[in-house]
């Protein structure tokens, strides 16, 4: 059972380069997350995909775009990387709704962006 | 809206005692859920425990319990004998449920670091 699997682990990318941040769940989960989370800092939700085929904004969207793909997979794209984008990024997945239990995390993507 | 608060940047603890991690929240959601996630320096989030808002016991898992008052909105997390391993960031989060504006979305407060002294 892998659970929350990422792609890359790293990332060094020049400021204007464009990438995407892959994701994905093998515990049938309905509700992805991505988060980014500065040195010293908590974990600011970018979006939120509470069931297949929808997507939210969370605290920190600007600069990021996401894709549900599927019940499983949800992908994190940057367009026009800036240095100001330069994080750890998690992915996270749970069931919502009457279903109280952890959340899941993937291991983070190191992203540098110079 | 959600928001979590942790007022605690550090917090120092010696090896075998209690230490109470603070945390405060506020919500509009008729229902939500509390957790506490522990970051060592590793990187990994690592669940520690859940409340529901509904729940009319505190969560205990172990060494953990969540000290949860609904009137003052505070949901802290109690360590018991304190163990150096417990030296990590913990972040205090909230999840709203079915039948709120926040259905679905997981937000998380700032954090605490913990230093656990032998």
């Known amino acids: 059972n892998a659970g929350v699997t990422q792609t890359p682990k790293f990332q060094v990318l020049k400021t204007g380069q464009s990438m995407t941040l892959q994701c994905a769940q093998d515990?049938?989960?309905?509700?992805m997350y991505w988060y980014r989370q500065d040195p010293g800092m908590g974990l600011r939700l970018i979006y939120y995909s509470a069931s297949e085929g929808t997507t939210d904004k969370g605290e920190v969207p600007n600069g990021y775009n996401v894709s549900r793909l599927n019940k499983r997979e949800f992908s994190l794209r940057l367009e026009s990387a800036a240095p100001s984008q330069t994080s750890v990024y998690f992915c996270a997945s749970s069931e919502v709704g009457g279903a109280p239990g952890e959340q899941y995390f993937g291991p983070g993507t190191r992203l540098t962006v110079t | 809206a959600q928001k979590i608060t942790q007022t605690q940047p550090g917090m120092f603890v010696q090896e075998k005692e209690a230490v109470t991690l603070d945390c405060t929240y506020d919500t509009s959601d008729p229902s939500y859920g509390l957790f506490w996630y522990k970051q060592p320096s590793s990187g990994e989030m690592i669940f520690l425990i859940y409340?529901?808002?509904?729940?009319?016991q505190n969560a205990t898992e172990g060494r953990y319990s969540l000290n949860f008052q609904k009137a003052r909105k505070s949901a802290n997390l109690v360590i018991s004998a304190s163990q150096l391993g417990d030296s990590a960031m913990y972040f205090c989060?909230?999840?709203?449920?079915?039948?709120?504006?926040?259905?679905?979305?997981?937000?998380f407060g700032q954090g605490t670091i913990l230093t656990v002294h032998p």
């Open positions: 515990m049938n989960h309905n509700s």
């Open positions: 989060a909230m999840r709203g449920l079915a039948g709120g504006t926040s259905y679905g979305k997981l937000t």
């Open positions: 409340q529901g808002s509904y729940d009319q």
